[in-house]
């Protein structure tokens, strides 16, 4: 079996939990289709999609939502600018 690519869901930084949601949702797109030469072909249809592109964007909301609730919204922005609480 392969390692893991994913972890955990905490990232440092609501950029990089961004970056971690975009991963996510182009992993799943390669493991609902596995064949690249595949996924290069139909990339054509949907990449002047309008409808298609929203739907993705939308998937990778989804991811970031998941992300940021993992990581408590960025530790309740970083709590509440250094004014700490647990």
Not at 8 to 37: C, D, F, H, Y
Not at 52 to 77: C, D, G, H, K, P
């Amino acid at each position: 079996m392969a390692e893991s690519w994913l972890v955990n869901l905490k990232t440092t930084t609501p950029e990089a939990g961004w970056q971690l949601a975009v991963k996510m949702s182009r992993t799943s797109i390669e493991i609902l289709q596995p064949s690249e030469k595949i996924r290069n072909k139909i990339k054509v249809i949907y990449e002047d999609d309008a409808e298609s592109l929203i739907a993705f964007s939308q998937l990778i909301a989804m991811n970031f939502q998941t992300v940021a609730a993992a990581n408590r919204y960025w530790q309740e922005m970083t709590d509440d600018a250094s004014g700490t609480t647990d």
